[in-house]
């Protein structure tokens, strides 16, 4: 069993930035893929970044790319969202996602296996 942790939520102006933690604890997820997904009021969850086993691999929604950057670090058992430039559009509660058995990272939701309680982020204009 894996339980996620989000942290570094908040409320921030418009070009601010936020950092956002998620720590793993239980099984392992150093051997697999992770994700950031987001779901703002009245919308559907929607895929934001993905990274590797490794960390070798990422990939981003095109909405937030050259603003979020994906890293983890393995032997902390933790993914991470850098965010960037932030809009009001990026308001939403975000969701860190774990795969334990697969490698390469995947922008659908339905394949991660174990998901955060999430974490709010308002970005005001």
């Known amino acids: 069993q894996v339980q996620l942790v989000e942290s570094g939520g908040g409320l921030v102006q418009a070009g601010g930035s936020l950092r956002l933690s998620c720590a793993a604890s239980g099984r392992t997820v150093s051997s697999g893929a992770m994700g950031w997904f987001r779901q703002a009021p009245g919308k559907e969850r929607e895929f934001v970044a993905a990274?590797?086993?490794?960390?070798?691999?990422?990939y981003y929604n095109d909405s937030v790319k050259g603003r979020f950057t994906i890293s983890r670090d393995n032997a902390k058992n933790s993914v991470y969202l850098q965010m960037n430039s932030l809009k009001p559009e990026d308001t939403a509660i975000y969701y860190c996602?774990?795969?334990?058995?697969?490698?390469?990272?995947?922008?659908?939701?339905?394949?991660?296996?174990?998901w955060g309680q999430g974490t709010q982020v308002t970005v005001s204009s």
């Open positions: 990274i590797s086993r490794s960390g070798s691999t990422t």
């Open positions: 996602a774990a795969d334990p058995t697969r490698g390469v990272p995947t922008t659908l939701g339905s394949k991660y296996d174990y």
